[in-house]
């Protein structure tokens, strides 16, 4: 049966998914046969370079086990948390006229919330580095 000539009943028919599905397994089957084929016939040559980390072509100086400041994960998760807000006033700039003077106070209870987090941090001492 041509395409052109299926009704519109005839689209979401799970037969239709069919070539999909085929064409799914065949590439995770793929994938696989290449990986196990290239475990099983490729060279093992365990040298003491080979097994030694990677470290983005730096040498390696000292334990990776040592203990860290938690400055660092403290200042990167303070990031995530104010570049993620970032991306909640997306939808209000697409939608700001439709939502009128509704979104735009909870836009603004939004930023407060944040603002007050902010300075809640500064006044804690949570960015400084010195100590």
């Known amino acids: ?13 799970a037969a239709n ?4 599905a085929i064409q799914l397994l ?3 089957g793929l994938v696989a046969t290449i990986i196990i084929l290239s475990d099983r ?15 983005s072509g730096i040498e390696i100086k000292g334990n990776a086990r040592q203990p860290m400041a938690i400055k660092y994960f403290l200042v990167a998760i303070l990031f995530v948390l104010f570049d993620v807000e970032v991306i909640f006033f997306y939808p209000y700039a697409v939608n700001f006229r439709e939502l009128g003077w509704g979104g735009f106070t909870a836009v603004v209870v939004f930023v407060a919330l944040f603002i007050t987090g902010l300075i809640y941090i500064f006044k804690k001492g949570a960015l400084k580095w010195e100590e």
């Open 41 to 55: 016939l490729g060279p093992k040559r365990k040298t003491a370079d080979k097994l030694q980390n990677f470290e």
């Open 1 to 13: 049966m041509h395409f052109s000539l299926l009704q519109a009943t005839d689209v979401n028919n």
């Open 17 to 20: 998914y069919l070539p999909i």
């Open 26 to 28: 065949f590439a995770i």
